[in-house]
């Protein structure tokens, strides 16, 4: 399974920049404009780790990190706080309250990348492995890269997701549902049909003559990733 990443962010054309990149690194995300919307979220589910901007409406974002580190559910879930606050004793007061990092805006999304990796490596290991392999096929999450048979595919964003989500989990069947929920998010207003349609450009991305499709198709149930197929 992918890490699921919260992004708790009232800018929206931040969020929709930080939720872009970071499912096309793999990463499942949800949102939140407001402190205490994240905070409700945050009970429903436990992510795997927090984007919290500092200056939230509702509970800000210096608070609900107070607050997550007195619950035994989320005392441990990794935080990294955003904010336009640069100033040492703001930086120091991010982290005494106990956020696991930092990063002022404005920043760069490539470096943001390499901190949540970082982070989740560090706290959650089992949840960030670099290079997926299955097979013949070798993806590298790092390098945004899908190798079969020792060529380079060539994938668009959503079908590196998908083949990502899928060889995470081989062998398990996935509904179209669990898809849509794993690879585009909880948050996406779309058709299960739209799992076909990728499903159906990643099997001609990976498809090579005298190959086996690794995509299975269970009817009525759903796709999954077969090894050795």
Known sequence: ????????????????????????????????????EA???LREQ????????WMLPGVSGIELCRRLRLRRETERLPVIMLT????EADRVRGLATGADDYVVKPFSVPELLARVRALLRRLKPAEIAEILTGGDIELDRVQHRVRRAGQDLHLGPTEF?????????????????????????????????????????????????????????????????????
């Not at 436990?46 to 901007?53: A, I, R």
């Not at 989500?165 to 299960?192: C, I, N």
Request: aromatic share 6%.
């Open 1 to 36: 399974m992918s890490a699921r990443i919260l992004v708790a962010e009232d800018e929206e054309p931040l969020t929709l920049l930080l939720r872009y990149n970071l499912e096309a690194e793999g990463y499942t995300v949800d949102s939140a404009a407001r402190g205490d």
């Open 39 to 41: 905070e409700l979220k």
């Open 46 to 53: 436990v992510p795997d780790l927090l984007l919290l901007d």
């Open 84 to 87: 336009a606050r640069g100033e």
């Open 161 to 229: 997701r998908l083949l990502g989500f899928l060889m995470r989990s081989p062998g398990r069947v996935f509904s179209r549902s669990q898809l849509l929920d794993g690879v585009w998010g909880r948050d996406a207003e779309l058709d299960e049909r739209t799992v076909d349609v990728h499903v159906g450009r990643l099997r001609k991305a990976v498809h090579r003559d005298g190959l086996p499709d690794p995509i299975r198709t269970i009817r009525g149930a759903g796709y999954s990733f077969e090894i050795g197929r």
